[in-house]
């Protein structure tokens, strides 16, 4: 069997950001450096992978390169392989004219990826890097199909988050309920009742109470919590499920 | 950017069977179907893509024309791109024989499957397909990093199993609570202690008894009860996670 002509391969990379007072926001860069084009184009951080390179050694270098992050968690969460998802004349154009070869299909591999959003100042990434921060509810149209991988990148951490300690990982080392409950709440896209949310955590004995309350607020400050990722290790190898 | 040669793209499936008094099984086919070979060269099931196929098409084509299994449930677990994971010099030389390509570097995407195990028969299987099921505590040593993606996938199904329902696709549809316990313990990999099995079994409105039992057997005749999978999905929709 000669199966003729490969596919081009990618990545893409869903990177999530979480600010207190709005909620979880992607990361989009633009596609065009030249600032002068008409309309702007966007899209997720991504690339064609070089020779030889490992898919998520790719998705590292294409964060370092197209937004300054470096050395961040990534989950490859799905594979976009439609043969019709560059079908976009003016696209496919662009993405034949800046690699320099003649694609007909490419078969992308989506990460998704949580950063500390305060980590990345929103000057630095624009000036640097075209980037931006946008809120999950204003994404506008994206090139080919990014923002179908977008949305399957937000599904897939929906489900996660439920089983995995993901948003720590979106969250300062210290946290109050508080900000635990909105990151909870911008991940699932509605608000929890408050005082069940409070009464839960309280009974998780890996989200630890710390001797120390907010300052400088002008609310009765808050307690200050940890989450203590061994514990959470220790009670999770008890394995629970719908059956065992 | 010109990122040179295009890796080759495959697909590999990890079928899962189960039989009551075995255990969870592997289907494996033989490499060659010269059956004169001295050694013989085991394989997941899986080729390289054609040419505008999609990689979903694909793994169905490959299972129907490897093994005749047809329109079964597939997962996509992960992606194996290691760029040495062809390094075996025999077993590329034959890749590169079959192929008709000069093939240098080849990124597997990988599925699991779960098939009753007892709708393909040994005998057809084998006959036909050169296909044969093994116990997953006897499976030799296979060609590339066969071995890795199947490892890749079983603990991938008992992370699944956990959550999604998918023991129900290698029972019957109707089954006792012993055979439950069967199939969880081999996905598993440790046994479960009989009454907090039962106990917790009975618990589950998805799991429903029937006025049922078995016939013909020689210990006292079993119950059998069936998976309401639209129950399931109604109770599982209530969102139940760590935090949440």
């Known amino acids: ?30 596609r065009d450096k030249d600032e002068d084009k008409k309309s702007i184009k966007l899209k997720l951080p991504g690339s064609l992978i070089i020779l030889s390179e490992r898919l998520h050694d790719s998705a590292q270098r294409v964060l370092m390169e197209l937004t300054g992050i470096k050395d961040i968690y990534l989950k490859q969460f799905a594979v976009f392989d439609n043969p019709e998802r560059l079908k976009d004349g003016e696209d496919l154009q662009w993405l034949r004219n800046t690699s320099g070869t003649n694609i007909e299909r490419v078969i992308t591999i989506a990460y998704y990826s949580l950063v500390k959003l305060y980590h990345y100042s929103e000057t630095e990434l624009s000036k640097a890097y075209n980037a931006r921060w946008y809120n999950l509810d204003s994404v506008p149209e994206l090139i080919f199909d990014h923002n179908e991988i977008l949305a399957e990148g937000l599904s897939t951490l929906q489900k996660e988050f439920l089983t995995e300690p993901l948003c720590f990982r979106l969250l300062p080392g210290k946290f109050t309920i508080n900000q635990l409950q909105r990151i909870s709440e911008s991940i699932l896209g509605f608000t929890l009742d408050n005082r069940n949310f409070r009464k839960r955590i309280n009974k998780l004995e890996y989200i630890v109470p710390l001797n120390e309350h907010q300052t400088g607020v002008s609310h009765k400050p808050a307690r200050y919590y940890i989450f203590d990722s061994k514990k959470f290790e220790i009670i999770n190898r008890e394995l629970t499920g719908f059956i065992v």
Chains 1, 2 share one sequence.
């Open 1 to 30: 069997m000669n199966t003729g002509f490969n596919p081009h391969i990618s990545v893409d990379i869903v990177v999530f950001g979480f600010e207190d007072n709005e909620g979880l926001k992607v990361l989009l860069i633009n």
